[in-house]
């Protein structure tokens, strides 16, 4: 793993042991270009490579982006792994949070592997799309709700409620 031949080179040179953070510097410039071979395109980005797989069954593509989008933890964990080249960083972030903010309306497709990278990456990199993906909720919130009235807006909340209440109860 990349991540792991970094932190190995690191851990060496803290401890004076140049040849062997040499070795482990060069063991994760081979991961990367072997990586970036094989995951990295023409326009700058990683492909899609989500697949779903069963047992003895072949593997399928699963829940592909929008045309034009970009599938977002494809883009997200190079960066955060330090994968990307550092000539496409700076690019291949301002794409990733544009994708975001004006093709998902403020929607990040990252599920669980890239949630804990997302807005570290994007803040470090200069993007804080904090507020637009908060827009996002807000107009999910105002869509859910305003066509109802008060007494159906309090009705529905107390359900809610029930429901939470009913599910975080143990058997």
């Excluded at 995951?39 to 980005?45: E, K, S, T």
């Excluded at 034009?68 to 301002?94: E, N, V, Y």
């Excluded at 994708?99 to 309306?105: C, F, I, K, P």
Aim: glycine share 8%.
């Amino acid at each position: 793993m990349p991540l792991f031949a970094r932190i190995t080179a690191d851990a060496a040179r803290v401890l004076g042991r140049a040849g062997e953070a040499t070795r482990y510097d060069s063991l994760f410039v081979r991961i990367r270009d072997a990586f970036n071979a094989k995951y990295l395109i023409a326009d700058g980005v990683y492909r899609d490579t989500t697949l779903a797989t069963g047992p003895g069954a072949p593997p399928t593509v699963i829940v592909k982006p929008p045309a034009g989008a970009l599938q977002h933890t494809s883009q997200l964990l190079p960066l955060a792994f330090g994968l990307a080249p550092d000539s496409l960083r700076a690019p291949l972030a301002a794409k990733l949070a544009a994708d975001v903010t004006r093709l998902r309306g403020g929607n990040a497709f990252v599920g669980i592997l890239g949630s804990r990278y997302f807005h570290f990456v994007l803040t470090d990199a200069g993007f804080a799309i904090w507020r637009e993906i908060d827009q996002c909720g807000q107009r999910v919130h105002d869509r859910a709700f305003g066509a109802m009235n008060e007494s159906e807006r309090s009705q529905l909340l107390r359900l809610l409620e029930r429901v939470r209440d009913n599910l975080s109860t143990e058997d």
